[in-house]
């Protein structure tokens, strides 16, 4: 099936700079990416639709300015957490969907980014 | 507004026991409904998804799940629990196949 890669799984920084995540589909074209934040023992929340050529869409009480997402070809997605927090230490997830031919329509999620904050 | 509960952060069966994990969502029309699960450390994978076309449905790894609408359920079942099956389960919804909501999860312990 589609696979969608998400890089780095793990990534230490200290507070105030800047951390960026990249989430790849490997083997199909993604018009639209979403990206997920999951608290410790909850469930994930969306915080924005990342769109091929245009400006995402976040959710309501998601910081634009915060989370950068940049999605400038129809296989990656980007996702940079400015001036990073400790309280933004969490586990990011994106997703796509393979609208391909052959898709599905399926939604496929990536491994996982998990930031911690120091 | 849409929403999907999970009854209980946590359910403990031991390894040959029968499965049983609870969806119930609130919606006015049938919706498409969806289990996932997740390992440690992992990004979130389809178990099996429920789109109008048998309230039976049938996933990976021995797991299935029936759509019911009298009861706005749909419970996930295994016959069987293996150790392998120890991760966290999540039911979600949607209206569209576009934007899913999600439940908030249900960690499956096994015992040995």
């Known amino acids: 099936g589609a696979v969608v890669s998400q890089h780095p799984s793990r990534v230490i920084c200290k507070s105030g700079t800047s951390v960026k995540i990249e989430c790849r589909s490997l083997?199909?074209?993604?018009?639209?990416m979403f990206w997920y934040r999951q608290f410790p023992k909850q469930s994930l929340m969306l915080m924005a639709t990342?769109?091929?050529?245009?400006?995402?869409?976040?959710e309501q009480g998601v910081e634009k300015d915060k989370f950068l997402i940049n999605h400038a070809s129809l296989t990656l997605s980007t996702l940079t957490v400015t001036s990073a927090h400790p309280e933004d230490s969490s586990f990011y997830i994106c997703s796509a969907r393979d609208f391909g031919k052959g898709g599905t329509g399926e939604l496929f999620f990536g491994e996982g980014s998990r930031l911690t904050v120091l | 507004a849409q929403s999907v509960t999970q009854l209980g952060s946590h359910v403990s069966v031991s390894e040959g026991a029968l499965v049983l994990l609870r969806c119930n969502y609130s919606s006015s029309v049938p919706p498409y409904l969806f289990w996932y699960v997740q390992y440690p450390n992992q990004g979130l994978q389809l178990l099996l998804k429920y789109t109008s076309a048998a309230t039976l449905v049938k996933g990976i790894n021995g797991f299935e799940a029936e759509f019911k609408k009298s009861e706005t359920s749909f419970h996930l079942t295994k016959p069987s629990a293996h150790m392998s099956d120890a991760a966290e389960y999540f039911c979600?919804?949607?209206?569209?196949?576009?934007?899913?909501?999600w439940g908030a999860g249900t960690k499956l312990i096994i015992k040995p």
């Open positions: 979600a919804t949607s209206w569209s196949n576009y934007q899913l909501i």
């Open positions: 083997d199909f074209q993604a018009t639209t």
């Open positions: 990342s769109n091929e050529g245009s400006k995402a869409t976040y």
